[in-house]
């Protein structure tokens, strides 16, 4: 993973967000993509970092 959250969002195409939570509480976006690998990430400061990701894949 990229040191700079900055830099890693320059080098990402965002397929869509869940809204702003609260600590505890959970979201759920609904996004049509294509087979392939993704990354889901959260974007707030440290929590990259902190292991706040985690990888999927879309089957055909």
């Not at 320059?10 to 049509?32: A, H, I, N, R, W």
């Not at 392939?36 to 089957?59: D, E, I, R």
């Amino acid at each position: 993973m990229p040191r700079k959250m900055s830099s890693f969002e320059s080098k990402v195409e965002s397929l869509g967000e869940v809204e702003e939570l609260q600590p505890g509480t959970s979201g759920q976006p609904t996004l049509e993509l294509k087979a392939g690998l993704y990354l889901l990430a959260c974007n707030q400061p440290g929590h990259l970092h902190a292991g706040m990701w985690t990888k999927f894949t879309v089957n055909p």
